[in-house]
């Protein structure tokens, strides 16, 4: 196989002229395919970015929604059982003004029943004693003049 000049020159044209074709008819779609992927690329990667910012905002938002919510919440709570002590103080108040009306009534109702007890004493040491002044005496003593002699009695002692 030898070479020939014209062979190399033919080929070194071949070349040229292929490199200038393919230059003109795909070299400018390409680049420009390139440039217009590059374009997207750069835009999505400003919209990632963008999206990403906003996302981050949000979080932040939702995270100081979320601490204000907690803080609303422990107040809340605090409001109850401040709330609930002063309800159970108010219901052993109640409890305590019940009770000591129970016990008032309670002591005037014992009060009355000791006076009719004091009073059924007398009476019937009234009316013992006017059995035994009879049997004393062995006559009859009429009533009226034992009680008024009993009341005299009790109203001297008392």
Known sequence: MELHPADILINIVNIAVLFILLRLILWKPISKHLSERAGRVRSELEEA???????RELKQEYADELEGIESRARDSMRESRVKAAEEAERILD?????????????????????????????????????????????????????????????????
């Open 94 to 158: 109640d409890a305590r003004e019940k009770s000591a009306d129970m016990l008032g009534r309670a002591r005037e109702r014992i009060a009355e029943e000791r006076e009719q007890a004091v009073d059924s004493a007398r009476r019937e040491v009234t009316e013992l004693a006017a059995k035994m002044a009879a049997n004393i005496l062995k006559r009859e003593v009429a009533q009226s003049d034992s009680l008024s002699a009993a009341e005299e009695f009790f109203r001297e002692e008392g």
């Open 49 to 55: 970015d963008k999206t990403l910012a906003d996302a």
